[in-house]
């Protein structure tokens, strides 16, 4: 039904319009965010697999408000996550989406998760509250989300790969080992190495090997990547990959992180630092804040200072570049000099 003039003419007069109906959309995003975060937590989309009755739900899920539940179940079937019929629930089409994609569900853990919390802390954090804990609390969803990028990361390891036919490649931090593998199938004729100072994580890249049958062309160094000779890692490396490390490090220490990788670099050995950086747009400035208030000092370079950071460390820069359009991900090229 279309408005009367009158009508209108009251609604702009009542207040700022605009911003009226820009905070009902974005309450609104963050109710379908919140929505699908918790029908994965609370464990209702993957009980759901089976199409059950509310009854059958609540006794899978331990459940004793069956009142509460049925109108869960609405706001779900409004969301388009859950369909019901015949007084059975399953998923909707939607709802088997998100259940099947990791990085779908990694997105809304995180974005309905520590990146709100952040916001809802933060006045308590400014009057010297406690620092947070995020990067150590949910280290398994950042790395989980952090695969959404794989492909731009792993063309640009194609393209290096390329370019520098590495014999030994060298992947610092490496996490649950994706990239590395990735390194290695990009250059056939490598054989690789994987540092990462997480024990668990360092687990995880083993068993990447082994599942892509490459741990005879690898191995994974559980240790701290500063201060490591080429002989720990099996000598001199042509190509060596930093991903999503650098704003880890407090600012001041990078140069010595960058220089004490240039020491397993043979000469003219390419480091490739790739990395959110930033830069002036939302997302770049809000996880910007969200490292700053963990412990630890952590925020992101932008990409002139990854690159200032490299030529002290002695490298040379050959090239910074933005992998995909409007996100901060970067990629800064750079080689040890002959
Ligand atoms: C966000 S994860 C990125 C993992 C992987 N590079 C990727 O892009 O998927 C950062 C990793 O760096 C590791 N790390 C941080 N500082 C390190 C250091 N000094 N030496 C070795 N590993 C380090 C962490 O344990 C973590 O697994």
Do not use: W
Request: glycine share 8%; charged share 25%.
């Amino acid at each position: 039904m279309a408005l009367k003039v009158r009508t209108v003419a009251r609604l702009v007069r009542a207040g700022h319009v605009r911003e009226r109906l820009r905070a009902v959309r974005d309450g609104q995003a963050g109710l379908r965010a919140g929505t699908v975060r918790s029908a994965l937590g609370t464990g209702v989309l993957a009980a759901l697999r089976p199409g059950r009755t509310t009854a059958e739900l609540a006794a899978e899920l331990a459940v004793t408000d069956h009142v509460l539940l049925e109108a869960y179940l609405r706001t779900l079937e409004a969301a388009h996550l859950v369909r019901t019929a015949g007084g059975r629930h399953r998923l909707a089409r939607r709802g088997r989406a998100v259940l099947g994609d990791d990085v779908v569900r990694a997105a809304y853990e995180s974005f309905a998760g520590y990146h709100t919390d952040l916001y809802r802390d933060l006045g308590h954090q400014l009057r010297g509250g406690p620092a947070r804990d995020d990067v150590v609390r949910h280290g398994d969803v950042i790395a989980r989300l952090s695969r959404a990028f794989e492909p731009l990361v792993h063309d640009t390891l194609e393209s290096a790969a390329a370019t520098t036919r590495p014999r030994h490649v060298l992947d610092v931090g490496c996490g649950d080992g994706t990239n590395l593998v990735h390194m290695l199938r990009a250059a056939p004729a490598s054989r690789g190495t994987g540092v990462e100072i997480d024990p668990a994580a360092a687990a995880l890249a083993e068993q990447a090997l082994h599942r892509a049958r490459l741990e005879d062309r690898a191995h994974v160094l559980t240790a701290d990547a500063r201060g490591l000779a080429p002989r720990q890692i099996g000598g001199e490396v042509d190509l060596a990959l930093l991903a999503n490390v650098i704003y880890y490090v407090p600012a001041r220490d990078r140069p010595a992180l960058l220089r004490d990788i240039g020491a397993l670099l043979a000469p003219r050995g390419t480091l490739l630092v790739v990395s959110t950086m930033a830069d002036r747009s939302v997302f770049s400035r809000h996880f910007d804040l969200l490292l700053r208030a963990q412990a630890g000092e952590m925020s992101l370079p932008t990409p002139e200072e990854v690159a200032r950071d490299l030529r002290t460390a002695g490298f040379d820069v050959m090239g910074v570049r933005r992998l995909a359009r409007g996100d901060p991900l970067h990629a800064v090229t750079a080689r040890r000099p002959a």
